[in-house]
């Protein structure tokens, strides 16, 4: 299976803050990697697919880079509405499988 | 638009049998491949499985024999069947494309 690791397990951030979120795959997959967003309760929005692919109707603050096995999800200028949990998911081989997120949380 | 909602029990008992179904709105299940995903209390997304629009079904070796995805496309439903549930089966259970969620199901796994 590949496993995904997601890097920082939790940002702290100011509004305003542009952040950089990591994603590093076990072995290369091409740009085979998604971006959600998940909010307390919610079900995941997909932000960003096939690693740079934007989403109709997510905003243009969120974008995503990388290939092989590094991936990063950039959200520049932080927003109040953007403080949740954050997880990539690679479909390039079964089983789909997702990282352990990262929490972005008000410093 | 797009939609997908799953349907099943709250509570299950120990070792017994779960059933959800999503029913789907917006889009054919000849067109789009709907997964299943669950999610612990907590914790994180764990993929289950899939009914790709061909027909066809691939789950995720974790779940062993236990797990079985099946479709009804006059009824625009996917189901899904677990079975020798345990505690840690406890989760939410949703189904989803890859662009769209039903909005799951919470699950509690009783003894």
């Known amino acids: 299976d590949i496993v995904l690791t997601q890097s920082p397990a939790t940002l702290s951030v100011t509004p305003g803050e542009s952040v950089s979120l990591s994603c590093r795959a076990s072995?290369?997959?091409?740009?085979?990697i998604h971006w959600y967003q998940q909010k307390s309760n919610e079900s995941p929005r997909l932000l960003i697919k096939?690693?740079?692919q934007s989403i109709s109707g997510i905003p243009s603050r969120f974008s995503g880079s990388g290939s092989g096995t590094d991936f990063t999800l950039s959200i520049n200028r932080v927003e109040s509405e953007d403080f949740s949990v954050y997880y990539c998911?690679?479909?390039?081989?079964?089983?789909?499988?997702f990282g352990s997120g990262t929490k972005l949380e008000i410093k | 638009q797009v939609q997908l909602k799953e349907t099943g029990p709250d509570l299950v008992q120990l070792t017994q049998t779960l059933s959800i179904t999503c029913t789907v709105s917006?889009?054919?299940?000849?067109?789009?491949?709907v997964h299943w995903v669950r999610q612990p209390p907590g914790k994180g997304l764990e993929w289950m499985g899939a009914?790709?629009?061909?027909?066809?079904?691939d789950y995720n070796s974790a779940f062993k024999s236990r797990l079985s995805i099946s479709r009804d496309t006059s009824k625009s439903q996917v189901f899904l069947k677990m079975n020798s549930l345990q505690t840690d089966d406890t989760a939410k259970y949703f189904c989803?494309?890859?662009?769209?969620w039903g909005q799951g199901v919470m699950v509690t796994v009783s003894s």
């Open positions: 917006g889009f054919s299940l000849t067109t789009y491949n």
């Open positions: 072995q290369g997959i091409s740009t085979s």
């Open positions: 096939y690693a740079s």
């Open positions: 009914m790709w629009n061909g027909g066809g079904t």
């Open positions: 989803a494309t890859k662009e769209y």
């Open positions: 998911q690679q479909s390039y081989s079964l089983p789909l499988t």
